[in-house]
């Protein structure tokens, strides 16, 4: 069956940098656009980064550009979420999910395959 695992999430100070990864599996990872979304306790599910599947184009939430980068390396089938100057509202719960249908995702609708997330926590 499908899965995606999410892993690098951690305590981090504000200005800081983490790298979270996301590994897939049961999928053929080359045919699905990735896209990485966040849910701070208590808000609802929001967009983050979405890359299409062959890593030519990036789009990115106004809250996050210029400070996260969404990567992927379909020959080792992992997308990755570089984040950079990270601030406390960054704290959440990280998702990698996969969507066969869209360029770039930005909508939970638009995704197929969710993983279980990894959590973020930025101190000030």
């Known amino acids: 069956q499908v899965q995606l695992v999410e892993s690098g999430g951690g305590l981090v100070q504000a200005g800081n940098s983490l790298t979270l990864s996301c590994a897939a599996s049961?999928?053929?990872?080359?045919?699905?656009?990735m896209a990485w979304f966040r849910q701070a306790l208590g808000n609802e599910r929001e967009f983050v980064a979405s890359?299409?599947?062959?890593?030519?184009?990036?789009y990115y939430a106004d809250s996050v550009k210029g400070r996260f980068t969404a990567s992927r390396d379909n020959a080792k089938r992992m997308v990755y979420l570089q984040m950079n100057n990270l601030k406390p509202e960054d704290t959440a719960v990280y998702y990698c999910?996969?969507?066969?249908?869209?360029?770039?995702?930005?909508?939970?609708?638009?995704?197929?395959?969710w993983g279980k997330g990894t959590l973020v926590t930025v101190s000030s």
């Open positions: 049961g999928l053929t990872f080359s045919n699905y656009a």
């Open positions: 999910a996969a969507s066969v249908g869209y360029y770039l995702p930005e909508t939970s609708h638009a995704m197929d395959y």
């Open positions: 890359i299409n599947w062959s890593e030519s184009r990036t």
